[in-house]
């Protein structure tokens, strides 16, 4: 009886110590800065012992057995280079501060994805269950559905430094005083006038995705073209009041822009949105990037809709009554962001929202191909490594603006390592501080900075968009070589 009672109190430990939990990963973007991100949460949590179901565009090819891929495949006209490529950058194409663009993007992405039919299998699946979910933010919480589907926690997770439209989902949105927005060129300590624009970015964005402002019609007139016309009319007559804007929009009286607009029938909180929108444009020109943050409210109606036609119907295969979009977005437990104090800006932060910048860097070492050792430790004055990213290509350069960088490489002292994807012609005949690499090379040149990111020292240089600035930073923070790109 006594080794009975003893084997049952073994078990008991055994089970209570259990503590491997069933985690749903979601990073949906094509971006491969985006995947290390996601690859960096599958490292951890198989170390710990969890089973991961990852959905990604980029699977592992040889996956542990606690590892579950959705793989998702997407159509060119979605992917970045689509939109962010050489060509469109020379000829200033896409504006990449520009909010439409990005919400498009990014709005295309995530309905890929929730369509895609390894995902469909996926939700519809009635046996499938989770602890916990964590997806990734960037301009939109559709990806909520699948805490509430699976009746789990859902954690955020964000690549971007804290910002008010990510803190507001947990817990109130950042002081416009000291925190700029995240497409603001403002660095704190901000001067009165950029703490006003700061503030309009957050007032502004608020109105238009205010409950009044959904309970209204739907507002096709709250776009570029009607808060244009109403600026020309406030601009013509500066002192002209609400109600003389409002009396001359009466049928038949509205001017020939306004009807072509669809103002003629706007409602009344509408048309208060637009001249505040028109007054920010005509006032406050230098920031004037605020208005195109009335795209989040016609972005918000299209992530509803999405919600409801891949969510609603997945919940009732299951028996599930699944809960509205706007409840289901603020039901997070927990933000998990790629930052760190030491990189970005001191903000006052909730408990449940977390930073951890750096999260991603492997630890695990291999040892560089011989070549690339080689050249590293014969370069007396340190290296430079030269790299366009992922999407952006060497190769697509004018070959005057090739012959251009070559010429400014030769002029180094720094041995140079140039991230090229196709055979360079006209490379000069010594090359003393310059290597080219080609396709054979690619991935061991980009591992290169990931691997001597974990070690080395270094000041990391390098101008690019998005996210992707503060994830260089925190993989270069401690490597010996200077990245341009």
Same mark, same amino acid.
């Given at each position: 009886m006594l080794k009975e009672c003893v084997v049952l109190c073994i078990i008991s430990s055994m089970i209570w110590t259990i503590e491997a939990f069933k985690v749903l990963l979601m990073f949906p973007l094509p971006a491969p800065s985006h995947g290390i991100l996601g690859?960096?949460?599958?490292?951890?949590?198989?170390?710990?012992?969890?089973?991961?179901?990852?959905?990604?565009?980029?699977?592992?090819?040889?996956?542990? $057995?606690?590892?579950?891929?959705?793989?998702?495949?997407?159509?060119?006209?979605?992917?970045?280079?689509?939109?962010?490529?050489?060509k469109n950058i020379l000829n200033d194409k896409p504006n990449l501060n520009d909010l439409d663009v990005m919400l498009d993007f990014v709005f295309n992405v995530y309905e890929h994805a929730l369509k895609h039919e390894n995902v469909q299998e996926l939700i519809k699946n009635q046996n499938t269950n989770f602890d916990v979910a964590v997806v990734e933010w960037l301009y939109g919480e559709v990806s909520a559905g699948f805490a509430a589907l699976f009746q789990c926690p859902l954690i955020w997770s964000s690549s971007l430094d804290p910002h008010w439209l990510i803190l507001q989902l947990v817990d109130e949105a950042a002081n416009p005083s000291y925190v700029p927005d995240i497409l603001s060129n403002n660095l704190p300590p901000f001067t009165f006038s950029q703490r006003v624009q700061e503030l309009w970015t957050q007032i502004?964005?608020?109105?238009?995705?205010?409950?009044?402002?959904?309970?209204?019609?739907p507002s096709i007139a709250i776009n570029n073209k009607t808060i244009d016309a109403i600026r020309h009319m406030i601009e013509a007559d500066r002192h002209v009041t609400y109600h003389e804007i409002r009396a001359s929009l009466g049928i038949g009286c509205a001017p020939p822009i306004l009807r072509e607009c669809g103002i003629a029938s706007i409602t009344p909180a509408h048309l208060r949105t637009v001249i505040k929108l028109?007054?920010?444009?005509?006032?406050?020109?230098?920031?004037?990037?605020?208005?195109?943050?009335?795209?989040?409210?016609?972005?918000t109606k299209k992530y509803a809709a999405l919600y409801n036609e891949v969510f609603i $119907?997945?919940?009732?295969?299951?028996?599930?009554?699944?809960?509205?979009?706007?409840?289901?977005?603020?039901?997070?437990?927990?933000?998990?962001?790629?930052?760190?104090?030491?990189?970005?800006?001191?903000?006052?932060?909730?408990?449940?929202?977390?930073?951890?910048?750096?999260?991603?860097?492997n630890t695990k070492l291999k040892p560089l191909p011989k070549d690339l050792q080689k050249l590293m430790d014969d370069a007396r004055n340190g290296v430079i490594y030269f790299s366009?990213?992922?999407?952006?290509?060497?190769?697509?350069? $004018?070959?005057?603006?090739?012959?251009?960088?070559?010429?400014?490489?030769?002029?180094?002292?720094?041995?140079?390592?140039?991230?090229?994807?196709?055979?360079?012609?006209?490379?000069?005949?010594?090359?003393?501080?310059?290597?080219?690499?080609?396709?054979?090379?690619?991935?061991?040149?980009?591992?290169?900075?990931?691997?001597?990111?974990?070690?080395?020292?270094?000041? $990391?240089?390098?101008?690019?968009?998005?996210?992707?600035?503060?994830?260089?930073?925190?993989?270069?923070?401690?490597?010996?070589?200077?990245?341009f790109g």
């Open positions: 690859n960096g949460y599958v490292e951890h949590l198989l170390n710990a012992g969890h089973e991961v179901t990852y959905i990604t565009p980029f699977p592992h090819e040889d996956p542990p $057995p606690n590892l579950h891929q959705v793989v998702l495949n997407y159509p060119d006209e979605v992917l970045p280079s689509k939109i962010l490529n050489m502004s964005t608020s109105v238009t995705m205010n409950d009044e402002f959904r309970n209204g019609r028109a007054l920010a444009r005509l006032y406050h020109n230098k920031f004037c990037y605020t208005v195109h943050y009335t795209h989040i409210y016609r972005s $119907p997945a919940g009732n295969i299951k028996g599930i009554v699944m809960p509205p979009y706007e409840e289901v977005k603020y039901n997070a437990s927990l933000v998990i962001s790629n930052s760190h104090v030491s990189l970005g800006e001191s903000v006052r932060l909730p408990q449940n929202f977390i930073p951890v910048g750096g999260y991603h860097i366009m990213g992922s999407n952006l290509k060497s190769k697509d350069l $004018p070959d005057k603006m090739k012959r251009d960088f070559l010429e400014m490489f030769g002029q180094l002292n720094q041995t140079v390592i140039w991230k090229f994807e196709d055979a360079l012609s006209g490379l000069p005949k010594k090359r003393t501080h310059l290597e080219v690499g080609s396709t054979a090379k690619h991935f061991s040149l980009t591992n290169l900075v990931y691997r001597l990111a974990a070690t080395w020292k270094c000041i $990391p240089v390098q101008q690019t968009s998005g996210d992707e600035c503060v994830n260089t930073v925190a993989q270069a923070l401690q490597c010996n070589t200077r990245e």
